[in-house]
Antibody, heavy 125, light 110 residues
Framework: EVQLLESGGGLVQPGGSLRISCAAS????????MSWVRQAPGKGLEWVSG????????YYADSVKGRFTISRDNSKNTLYLQMNSLRAEDTAVYYC??????????????????WGQGTLVTVSS | QSVLTQPPSASGTPGQRVTISCSGS????????VNWYQQLPGTTPKLLIY???QRPSGVPDRFSGSKSGTSASLAISGLQSEDEADYYC???????????FGGGTKLTVL
């Protein structure tokens, strides 16, 4: 059974840093791209960052570019998100998810499946 | 403000057919495939429809997706009480070079 288990969330002050993790099991982690998607309290979904299966390519939403760094350790089947210069608007549940993407006949496809259970990051003084 | 536009709410009675719309632009829905996610109350999002109209294994055929131009729709037939959830559309956006979501539609089964 595929499992994604996030950890590391918590309360951090504005301007602070936090690293969250996602431990994967039940599939060949090193064969899949991964992403982080967040959901602010009572709000919708927002893609945050993605990484290729090898870790050689990384992608970021404009809202976190320059502040967040995604990485992975395929030997540990673990995905990470290092979050620096945190702001109140970064408060959210952060989900990790398998990122299935590619292109066919000029059309780009990209879906997230499955998702972890999420870890809550609260930025507040 | 979400890049993709969905109605904030929808409702129906058991057994009815309901549709949820998702409107985008030429840089997202108009040129790429659409996915739908279901988030039951208090749970994690789940992939419901991918590549416009494909159902992952385990998703009932009561759920169907379609796309036309820069808009997409999710249809749920034979509505059941357990379908009460938030539904999100999503697509890759060529201008933003990343995936974008709709704001979500809260479906209520009356």
């Amino acid at each position: 059974e595929v499992q994604l288990l996030e950890s590391g969330g918590g309360l951090v002050q504005p301007g602070g840093s936090l690293r969250i993790s996602c431990a994967a099991s039940g599939f060949t982690f090193s064969s899949y791209g991964m992403s982080w998607v967040r959901q602010a309290p009572g709000k919708g979904l927002e893609w945050v960052s993605g990484i290729s299966s090898s870790g050689g390519r990384t992608y970021y939403a404009d809202s976190v570019k320059g502040r967040f760094t995604i990485s992975r350790d395929n030997s540990k089947n673990t995905l990470y998100l290092q979050m620096n210069s945190l702001r109140a608007e970064d408060t959210a549940v952060y989900y990790c998810a398998n990122d299935n993407r590619g292109a066919a006949a000029g059309t780009y496809y990209n879906w997230f499946d499955p998702w972890g259970q999420g870890t809550l990051v609260t930025v507040s003084s | 403000q979400s890049v993709l536009t969905q109605p904030p709410s929808a409702s129906g009675t058991p057994g009815q057919r309901v549709t949820i719309s998702c409107s985008g632009s030429s840089s997202n829905i108009g040129s790429n495939t659409v996915n739908w996610y279901q988030q039951l109350p208090g749970t994690t999002p789940k992939l419901l429809i991918y590549s416009n109209n494909q159902r992952p294994s385990g998703v009932p055929d009561r759920f169907s997706g379609s796309k036309s131009g820069t808009s997409a729709s999710l249809a749920i037939s034979g509505l059941q009480s357990e379908d009460e959830a938030d539904y999100y559309c999503a697509a890759w956006d060529d201008s933003l070079n990343g995936p974008v979501f709709g704001g979500g539609t809260k479906l209520t089964v009356l």
